[in-house]
């Protein structure tokens, strides 16, 4: 039997998904993210909510723990909400993830678990303003 990867990146997620007050200041962990880099290896993160709006999305943070091991290229996105469900990443992770690699317009982001529906990014930010760049 195929091993089914969005189940895979969806347990992943699903594994550090905890919500929880780490100071008056910081809330962390209501969403979490698995990414699967293009050379295989999953990486997650959770969000850090902060007061002064410093924190970061658990798509940057996976992206950040995959730059930390020496990759940069994705290939696939899935982001997990509170309740379990799954969800499409902000504007601002879009973008980032835009910038990583001429080719992030073909990551594929987890948008229905149940249908396995998924976009690629470029459906997601059309027209990018940076192609041009590369």
Partial sequence: MEKDIWQELYDKAREVLNPRTISPFIMAGGVASAILSRNGNIY????????????M???RNAIANMITHGE????KVV??????????PCGAC???M???DK??????????LRERKTVKLKEL???WWGKSQF
Avoid at 44 to 55: E, K, P, Q, R
Avoid at 72 to 75: A, R
Wanted: charged fraction near 25%; glycine fraction near 8%.
């Fill in 44 to 55: 997650v993160g959770v969000c850090i909510d902060t007061a002064s709006t410093l924190g």
């Fill in 57 to 59: 999305c658990a798509e």
């Fill in 72 to 75: 940069s290229q994705i290939d």
């Fill in 79 to 88: 982001a997990v909400m509170e309740d379990g469900s799954v969800g499409s």
């Fill in 94 to 96: 879009r973008e980032y």
């Fill in 98 to 100: 835009m910038q990583l």
């Fill in 103 to 112: 080719d992030s317009s073909e990551i594929e982001i987890l948008v229905d």
């Fill in 125 to 127: 930010i059309p027209d």
